[in-house]
Every structure is written in C-alpha cells, then in structure tokens.
T-cell receptor
Framework: AQKITQTQPGMFVQEKEAVTLDCTYD???????LFWYKQPSSGEMIFLIYQGSYDEQNATEGRYSLNFQKARKSANLVISASQLGDSAMYFC????????????FGAGTILRVKS | NAGVTQTPKFQVLKTGQSMTLQCAQD?????MSWYRQDPGMGLRLIHYSVGAGITDQGEVPNGYNVSRSTTEDFPLRLLSAAPSQTSVYFC??????????????FGEGSWLTVV
C-alpha cells in the first residue's frame, strides 16, 4: 500500500536561511508522482513542486527544490532563503497506479519562520 | 485554486441532518476527489471519480455518498451528519495518470461543524 511519512511535526527556521522538510514514501509502483503542497493559515492548498519517479533531475521551482533519492524513497523539500510568508503547513503527497492514481498525503509539517 | 469551486465555505449542521457539499470544475478534468482534513492526520480520501458515471471509495467513505453525472460536478452528500464529521473538506481535480506531472487543483475548502 502507498504511504507517506513526514516525521517532523513542526520546524523553526531563521529568516533568510534554508530549511529541509523530510518526506519518505512507500510504494511498490515503478511509476508514480510526488507532490508538495503549502497550506497557509487561510486554509487553501497551494501546489509547490512535482517530481516524477522517472525524472532523473531533481525538480526545482524558484526557491523550492525537491531532493529526490529514489533508492531511499525520500522526497525532501528544500526551501532556500526562507521568508516570513513561508510560515505554513507543508504536505508531501504521492500518486501512483497501485492506489488507482489517488493522491495520498502525509500528516504534514508546520514551518515557522523567525525574524 | 482557479477552476475548482466549492460551496458552501462554512456550514453548521445539527446531528442527523443531511447536506450536500458542491464541487465544480471548468477544466474538463477526468479525476475528481473529496478529502477531509483533521488535525494531525493530513488529508484523507473520502471518495473519488475517474470520469462521469464512475465513482469509488477512498480511505474514509462511511457516512458519505457521491455521484458524478457530469464531468464538471462532483457533489458530496452527508446522509445523517455526526459530530465525527466535523472537519474541513477539500475537493480536488486533475487530468490523467499518476506520473504525468499534471497539477492537482484544490478548491478553497469547506469548514463543516456538526453539533
């Protein structure tokens, strides 16, 4: 069965520093996709970044990058140069054929950026 | 969250009442899903659909019904509301398969309280 594990319930980071949010996954699929979403206090789900299981390069989107280590089944999110507006809940999710292309979420990590 | 519209945004129900959460998308997406979000548990899949006329259960389907008569609409019905259904509900839609990289779009969420 597909499963996403986020082991950090909460993280603090100093403004302008980089932070890594951990995500490990479990699946028997060969073809799957990994997603990161941001949920600010207003509640909406904001798509950040996507990594396909066959992508050889780590995905990057502006200040966000995904450190994809397929053999270790990890897909950590790296946020560079943290900003106060990065304070939010962050969810890792995956989608694979094994689970009928449904999106499975981790429990989330709350990030607080300190000034 | 452009393209996925959820209504209502807030609702208070009495135990035993029924109601329907509406979800509509105008992007011609095949896949539509309903999730509930509870503290410390991330988002859990209630029901999903891979096209008009096709629905299936997710992780927590009990107490909810869905139908998909059109591509655009995917309503979620609470048959007899219970306090355990107090939660935030999200509708999501997307194209295609797991590794296609297609962004999954979320509605803004519906805050439901059952008293």
């Amino acid at each position: 069965a597909q499963k996403i594990t986020q082991t950090q319930p909460g993280m603090f980071v100093q403004e302008k520093e980089a932070v890594t949010l951990d995500c490990t996954y479990d699946t028997s699929d060969q073809s799957y996709g990994l997603f990161w979403y941001k949920q600010p206090s207003s509640g909406e789900m904001i798509f950040l970044i996507y990594q396909g299981s066959y992508d050889e390069q780590n995905a990057t989107e502006g200040r966000y990058s995904l450190n994809f280590q397929k053999a270790r089944k990890s897909a950590n999110l790296v946020i560079s140069a943290s900003q106060l507006g990065d304070s939010a809940m962050y969810f890792c999710a995956m989608r694979g054929v094994e689970y009928g292309n449904k999106l499975v979420f981790g429990a989330g990590t709350i990030l607080r950026v300190k000034s | 969250n452009a393209g996925v519209t959820q209504t209502p945004k807030f609702q208070v129900l009495k135990t035993g009442q029924s109601m329907t959460l509406q979800c509509a998308q105008d992007m011609n997406h095949e896949y539509m899903s309903w999730y509930r979000q509870d503290p410390g548990m991330g988002l859990r899949l209630i029901h999903y659909s891979v096209g008009a006329g096709i629905t299936d259960q997710g992780e927590v389907p009990n107490g909810y019904n869905v139908s998909r008569s059109t591509t655009e609409d995917f309503p979620l019905r609470l048959l007899s509301a219970a306090p355990s259904q107090t939660s935030v509900y999200f509708c999501a839609s997307s194209y295609g398969q797991a590794d296609s990289g297609n962004t999954i779009y979320f509605g803004e969420g519906s805050w439901l309280t059952v008293v």
